[in-house]
Nanobody, 123 residues
Framework: QVQLVESGGGLVQPGGALRLSCTASRSVLDYYAIGWFRQAPGKAREGVSCISSREGSTYYTDSDKGRFTISRDSAKPTVYLQMNSLKPEDTAVYYC????????????????WGQGTQVTVSS
């Protein structure tokens, strides 16, 4: 079973930044794509960003392009989500999840999930 642990959430003012971390076993990063998702109260879980295994290709949702950056450090082994210029509408529980090799924007394609970390953007 794939084990994922998120950290780095918290309270930040609008325009601020946070870096989320998703820690996994080394074999996970070698063979699995890691996606970041978020779920706001009363809303469906949605994809934010993803990084594939091997070639490390990335994707972002249109609303997050230019503000969020996904990266990975295989030595840790950790996947990061750097979030800049945060907005109140970014408030949500953020989850990382794993699926085989290639990224997908669909929640249902991911079969291993972390416990989530709360991000609150408020003044």
């Amino acid at each position: 079973q794939v084990q994922l642990v998120e950290s780095g959430g918290g309270l930040v003012q609008p325009g601020g930044a946070l870096r989320l971390s998703c820690t996994a076993s080394r074999s996970v990063l070698d063979y699995y794509a890691i996606g970041w998702f978020r779920q706001a109260p009363g809303k469906a879980r949605e994809g934010v960003s993803c990084i594939s295994s091997r070639e490390g290709s990335t994707y972002y949702t249109d609303s997050d392009k230019g503000r969020f950056t996904i990266s990975r450090d295989s030595a840790k082994p950790t996947v990061y989500l750097q979030m800049n210029s945060l907005k109140p509408e970014d408030t949500a529980v953020y989850y990382c999840a794993a699926k085989g090799i290639y990224c997908s924007r669909y929640v249902s394609d991911f079969n291993s999930w972390g416990q989530g970390t709360q991000v609150t953007v408020s003044s």
